[in-house]
């Protein structure tokens, strides 16, 4: 098996020794096959499976080829392509090791164990014997000599792209927004705020929502409804809020710009407390005498305990506030 190559063994050793002091030295642990590190006879073949055999030392050199621990350099001898280190040899050259270990022949990862018949060694070889059905496809590592592969990038989580999300809800079919807005006091009794842009509901403060349902929503059935959107959803309106429940009641007859806490309209049905967050619509409930065609009316919005909000009605882009819809 041991093809001999004896020529200029001495000039080459001195070139090995100067590719060595550029050289990378490892051990080698072979995958397939027997496996196990890559042992190394005296004359320089290269075997694993035989565990007799000290581990061998491969000095993988600038121009690409291993030189064994002695300075001889290893090469595909032919005619079988067996992978030895030979006194003498230019190391076949070709070779390189990846960030992970694995050692590559012109890119080319896979080489190949045929049994030897002996201690249940392989030798190393770049293509399987012909006609020797015991050959098997291994990988190599080297043990050292290989930098750390680098952390793989981030994964790449697609830009989201800053659509602003729905609405809490769209008005859409017959809807109303308020005609008249005003604040009323417990606390200033017999103050008139008059006409206000805003519907605020904090501590004493309460507003009346009137609306002036049209004779066109004869026979249809009316709703309340709170549209909360986030403030990221408004362009024109804003909001003060503190998380809370709110109270609604149906009026017995609209506000006027003159009304006061003291003279409001007396509440005839009251539709509960409700949590109002952003980014949500409320359905406070049905007008209790079904759509007043033709009619005004109304309903107060007031807080409970320590919730507050105070916002500007407007309903563009996104509806914010008190509406009646009619289906
Ligand atoms: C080794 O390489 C040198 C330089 O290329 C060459 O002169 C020498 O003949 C080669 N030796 C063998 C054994 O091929
Ligand atoms: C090591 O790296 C080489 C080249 O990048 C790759 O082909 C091979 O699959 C890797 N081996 C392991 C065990 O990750
Ligand atoms: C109405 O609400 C807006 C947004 O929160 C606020 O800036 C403005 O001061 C309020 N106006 C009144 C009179 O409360």
């Known amino acids: 098996m041991k093809a001999t190559v004896a020529l200029l063994a001495l000039a080459v050793g001195s070139q090995a020794l100067v590719a060595r002091t550029e050289s990378c030295c490892t051990s080698i642990t072979a995958y ?6 890559v042992g190394q006879l005296s004359d320089g073949q290269n075997r694993i499976g035989d565990h007799s055999l000290p581990t061998g030392q491969y000095c993988l050199g600038a121009d690409g080829g291993f030189v064994d621990g002695q300075g001889r350099g290893c090469i595909f001898t032919p005619p079988t392509t067996q992978y030895q280190c030979d006194t003498g040899a230019n190391a076949t050259t070709g070779f390189s090791i990846s960030c992970n270990g694995t050692i590559s022949y012109h890119g080319q990862d896979t080489f190949w164990a045929c049994p030897t018949g002996q201690n249940g060694g392989y030798n190393i070889y770049e293509e399987p014997i012909k006609n020797e059905p015991g050959c098997v496809a291994i990988w190599l590592e080297a043990d050292s000599c290989h930098a750390e592969c680098p952390a793989p990038p981030p994964a790449t989580t697609p830009t989201p792209t800053p659509t602003p999300a729905a609405c809490p809800a769209e008005l859409t079919g017959s809807w109303q927004f308020p005609h008249l807005i005003v604040t009323v006091n417990s606390a200033e009794p017999d103050k008139a705020y008059g006409t206000q842009f805003n519907g605020t ?26 549209l909360f959107p986030t403030q990221d959803q408004l362009e024109t309106s804003a909001y003060t809020y503190s ?10 007859g609209a506000a006027t710009e003159e009304t006061t806490s003291a003279n409001a309209p007396e509440v005839v049905y009251n539709f509960g407390n409700f949590e109002l ?30 919730a507050s909000l105070n916002y500007f009605q407007d309903y563009n882009p996104c509806p914010i506030g008190a509406y009646v819809t009619a289906q």
């Open 32 to 37: 397939g096959g027997p496996g196990g590190l």
């Open 243 to 252: 998380p809370g429940m709110f109270n609604f009641a149906f009026l017995k």
């Open 201 to 226: 509901a904090s501590g004493t403060i309460s507003t009346i929502f009137n609306f002036d349902i049209p004779a066109s929503y004869a026979g249809k059935e009316c709703s309340i409804e709170f």
């Open 277 to 306: 967050k952003p980014g949500t619509a409320t359905h406070i409930g049905q007008c209790p005498n079904g759509c007043a065609a033709g009619e005004k009316i109304a309903f107060s919005m007031s807080a409970v305990g320590a």
